[in-house]
């Protein structure tokens, strides 16, 4: 199966020509009960999961960071069955093999060979030191086993962290009915996130349920205003202390 491909912020929403840009978390917003492929009554909901590439460029010694949102939307059961009929599943085979795409597979075999091996020689090879546990040479070796242990889990987890994208399959046709991009906020705004849908009614009905979050050009304004004058300071801070430390006395 094909992966997800990560997406950044709004820039690969889908071609719809209705727009709703909105202020908060997608699951505190009020659905509409239709179906905003087909526009019918929606009983059920999909979990659509994307995958949004963050940081570009901005980390130094390090790749982007990847950050998997999911939101609960509501379809018809029609636009459901469909789903399920057009959607590719992953094999477990294909599944396993997605945690070898992280380096991280390294610490997680060295640490777990280390355990094994240090088990076979501090612990079982030696029965009367395991039968003497009072031997402070026995809770050593018990201890360092226990640490090798530890860090295979921990790198374990880190794996499965990291590779997580890799398991979110592609949108269906259905799900891209309502498409949903980052949060595409600026400092001091808050989150927010554009959404671009396939059925007109739909999309008027949860512009009009969710007016009171509505991004609106007013509101672009002052955040731009915000910008400039928390700019203004940065940069007007930054020549103080230097000028201080130019011309202070000493």
Known sequence: MTAF?????????????????????????????????????????ITVRKVFVRGVGRRRGGGPRYRIESVPIPF?????????RTAVSQTPLRRTLTYLQSFLILPVIGALTMAVLLSDAALLSDAARVARLGDPASWLGVGVVGLFVLIAVVSMLAMWRDTRRFRVPPQTDVTLACDFSDDVSQAFEGERRAYAIRDAA??????????????????????????LVFAAVVIALAVGAWLWSQFAPL
């Not at 018809?76 to 399920?84: D, G, K, P």
């Not at 007016?211 to 910008?227: E, I, L, V």
């Open 76 to 84: 018809c059961s029609t636009c459901v069955a469909l789903h399920e």
């Open 5 to 45: 491909r990560p997406q950044y912020r709004n820039r690969d929403l889908a071609p719809h020509p209705h727009r709703v840009e909105l202020r908060g978390n997608p699951r505190r917003l009020t659905w509409p009960p239709f179906c905003p492929n087909c526009g019918a009554a929606a009983r059920d909901r």
């Open 202 to 227: 739909f999309a008027e009905a949860f512009a009009a349920s969710n007016r009171d979050r509505a991004w609106t050009p007013a509101m672009q304004a002052r955040s731009s205003r915000r910008q």
